[in-house]
């Protein structure tokens, strides 16, 4: 079986422009993953990850813009 799930355990996270420093609305993505975008709460980086496809990624971005 061939496992495509995307390799985490070296992933480069980066926190969103949009998330305090006080600790809340704290939303990491990790870079460089080709044709994902892994999405995790900073606040806890050992819990859960969501995985986007980055073809749906980039319109919820623009969305967000508009």
């Known amino acids: 079986m061939v496992d495509n799930r995307p390799k985490l355990c070296a992933a ?3 926190r969103s422009s949009y998330s305090n420093t006080s600790g809340g ?3 990491e993505v990790a870079d ?3 044709g994902v975008v ?3 709460d900073s606040k806890v980086p050992d819990g859960g990850v969501v995985v986007v496809s980055a073809r749906a990624w980039a319109p919820f971005i623009e969305s967000l813009k508009g």
């Open 38 to 40: 892994p999405v995790r």
């Open 12 to 14: 480069t996270w980066r």
């Open 32 to 34: 460089h993953l080709p």
């Open 25 to 27: 609305n704290c939303l």
